[in-house]
């Protein structure tokens, strides 16, 4: 019975955890503020929170450099 409680704990643990490429597009979705209920639900009982905050860091830099290249193409233009 213990080894089956186990099992399941092992199981439970395997199933939450999320790939990195679709934790990079929950953030890209919760950013944007089109994340849905269900998404939300599964980001939070994931498990860990330190691929939300790589992705989240990861997302803010291409981000912030994204816009500085659009404004030096656009003040170079002008």
Known sequence: MNQHLQESKMNNTEQRKMPFWRVLISVLQ???GVQNKANRE???TSGSFLPFVIAALLFTGVFIFTLVMIVNKVLSAG
């Open 42 to 44: 599964r980001d939070f």
């Open 30 to 32: 919760a950013s944007f």
